[in-house]
């Protein structure tokens, strides 16, 4: 078995749809948002040109890897 995950941030969208073509089985799944290294984690944001990492629960995580367009993660 090979999970491929869902939509982007959990969503029931496009990116959910084409990878529901492969299967129609689904089952619950959950993530977790930890760092282990605070300041190597804060070292990466800054070097991505982000001043202060964001909250844990805002955005895209980590948040060194966001699009540089300014986007938002849904969840």
Partial sequence: ???LG???GAQRDALFAFKSEFSSMTRPYATV???LDGQRYAALCRNAGLQDPPA???GW???YLAPMS???HPG
């Fill in 33 to 35: 948002r930890y760092v």
């Fill in 6 to 8: 869902g939509g982007l």
């Fill in 1 to 3: 078995m090979l999970n």
């Fill in 61 to 63: 995580f980590p948040a």
């Fill in 56 to 58: 844990l629960g805002d």
């Fill in 70 to 72: 300014g986007a938002t």
